[in-house]
């Protein structure tokens, strides 16, 4: 069966079909309430959020493994059986691991739970166990700070970023084409990860490797540890602006989500990390991250016009 990209599928399940406190969940049309929502628990990979952010923040690390390769990443080994990965400053990447935590916050903004939940932490040196020439930087108190992002234990390659599937979910995701039904969440979660990826100013998502599925099979927006670079000079603007526009059709709560978003409202996600001396997000890359959000709308609303709310609202 073949299922036009213009055809809404109101019977499509949400990713991991979690409620969301920030709005409603993906894949509903209904609008989001005007006061308070009430809080509910959030979920990623059957686990609750909390519970995760609770053991990678503050669990003690009973064993290491540096598995980093373009990059200085470990793979902690926590008591408890919640393990994560720790992307520390370095000289070499700066304090990069920050998008890490900044992509996890935006992902909850715009209702979603797929990327890996990403919380700052501090490590020792004598925990880390590192060369005196190692690139991670210490604190005055020899600790490295860095991101703890959840370890998804079971992550298999998508092959969505080899060249075939790209001409393939290219097709999809154009205005008069059509998505066999069986691949209607799949179109849906690409579709939504060049959104966010173009949200993160993320540049990094087509290199290899990075657009990982989990055990049942559904994308895992991990890496994102290139994302809202400042400035965001015209070059990677266009190039991100030439990714999003691989997609004409959208999640309509996705675009919701991304329509509400303030700075107040992004600062207020932010400042939920325990880091209060260096935030997720500066002042700076949260204006960057809303000028892009009005380029998106732009771009959507545009669609809209052209092709109709029922064509390029698919989901």
Request: include cysteine.
């Amino acid at each position: 069966m073949i299922v036009p990209c213009a055809v809404k599928r109101r019977w499509f399940a949400p990713f991991f079909a979690v409620a969301v406190a920030l709005g409603a969940a993906p894949g509903r049309s209904q609008p989001a309430p005007a006061g308070p929502t009430v809080a509910v628990t959030r979920e990623f990979d059957g686990l609750s959020e909390a519970r995760i952010l609770e053991a990678i923040r503050s669990a003690p690390v009973v064993g290491r493994q540096n598995v980093g390769s373009t990059s200085v990443n470990f793979h902690l080994h926590l008591r408890g059986g919640i393990d994560a990965a720790f992307k520390p400053r370095t000289t070499t990447q700066g304090e990069n691991y920050r998008a890490e935590i900044a992509a996890f916050r935006l992902n909850r903004l715009l209702g979603l739970s797929r990327v890996p939940p990403a919380i700052s932490r501090s490590i020792s040196r004598a925990t880390l166990r590192l060369a005196p020439d190692s690139p991670v930087i210490f604190e005055r108190d020899r600790s490295a700070r860095g991101a703890a992002i959840y370890w998804v234990p079971v992550l298999r390659p998508s092959r969505i970023d080899s060249a075939e599937d790209q001409v393939l979910w290219g097709r999809w995701l154009r205005q008069g084409h059509a998505v066999p039904a069986d691949q209607a969440q799949r179109a849906e979660e690409i579709s939504t990860l060049l959104v966010f990826d173009f949200l993160t100013g993320n540049w990094d998502r087509w290199s290899g490797a990075n657009v990982p599925m989990d055990a049942h099979g559904h994308l895992v927006y991990r890496d994102n540890n290139h994302g809202f670079e400042e400035p965001f000079v015209d070059g990677l603007l266009q190039r991100s602006r030439s990714l999003l526009q691989r997609t004409q059709c959208f999640s309509r709560a996705v675009i919701r989500q991304a329509r509400a978003l303030t700075e107040a409202s992004v600062r207020a996600e932010m400042a939920l990390d325990p880091d209060r001396t260096s935030p997720p997000l500066n002042p700076a890359q949260i204006r960057s991250l809303l000028r892009r959000r009005d380029l998106l709308l732009e771009y959507v609303d545009g669609l809209a016009r052209r092709y109709g709310e029922a064509a390029v609202f698919a989901w």
